[in-house]
């Protein structure tokens, strides 16, 4: 199993940018999907996650401006950013827990970071 993300880039202060994440692999099943962020020097900071039993959380410092979203297969997963500060400048990974089918097992999964930076 592959995630894949993409859709960072370069926006001023005040727009937006959707990032996805994309799953693929044979027989799989994502239950937890979640985006992380990390500038140079920092820990790597937890933004938002979704579960398929429907919980959702954000940092506090998005809440209101991001929103996670799966597609109805749990493949492709977004974050949508909106009114993005300088602050959110940042390397973006998303993060699955994903169920593989042949074994039964649990294992998290990492993709590349896409890097989006927010000028003032």
């Known amino acids: 199993v592959q995630l894949q993300a993409s859709g960072g880039g370069e926006v001023q202060a005040g727009g937006s940018l959707r990032l996805s994440c994309a799953a693929s692999?044979?027989?799989?099943?994502?239950?937890?999907v979640s985006w992380y962020r990390q500038t140079p020097g920092k820990q790597r900071e937890l933004v938002a996650t979704i579960a398929r039993s429907g919980y959702s959380s954000y940092a506090d410092s998005v809440v209101g401006r991001f929103t996670i979203s799966v597609d109805s297969a749990w493949n492709m997963a977004y974050l949508q950013m909106d009114s993005l500060k300088p602050d959110d400048s940042a390397a973006y990974f998303c993060h699955a827990d994903i169920l593989t089918l042949l074994d039964s097992r649990l294992r998290d999964y990492w993709g590349q970071g896409t890097q989006v930076t927010v000028s003032s």
């Open positions: 692999g044979n027989r799989f099943r994502v239950n937890v």
